[in-house]
């Protein structure tokens, strides 16, 4: 396991607002769409339609094990996110609400975190 000790500080300077920004967007209220993987069952098209799936739960594991080497290849994660929403739901759906509503969520908590640096 990555303990924070064995992390690189210059890494581990990149990871404190990653961890940060995805609690958030895991507390928000909106977030209930995003979660978890789209249910493949319950969609049955969606793998068709939406060639890379991104869900919140997969980001965690990826930040856990170390999988992102910048904060942008994390960011580009979380934008698939609400891309797909956006392809896959109509704007004025519940889920293509929520989908840009925790977009804008995102973009002004990221920016937040990161301006100073
Ligand atoms: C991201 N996304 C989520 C859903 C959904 O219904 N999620 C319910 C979770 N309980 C449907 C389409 C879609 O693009």
Known sequence: ????????????????????VLD?????DEAWPFLLAVNTKQFPTYRKVIR?????QTIGKRLSQNEYKSRDEFVSDVRLI??????FNEDNSPVGKAGHTLRLFFETRWAD???GK
């Open 82 to 87: 609400f891309d797909n929403c956006e392809t």
């Open 113 to 115: 975190l990161t301006s």
């Open 1 to 20: 396991t990555n303990s924070t000790e064995s992390i690189p500080i210059r890494l581990n300077k990149e990871l404190a607002p990653c961890r940060q």
């Open 52 to 56: 890379n799936p991104m869900d919140l």
């Open 24 to 28: 958030d967007l895991e507390s928000h």
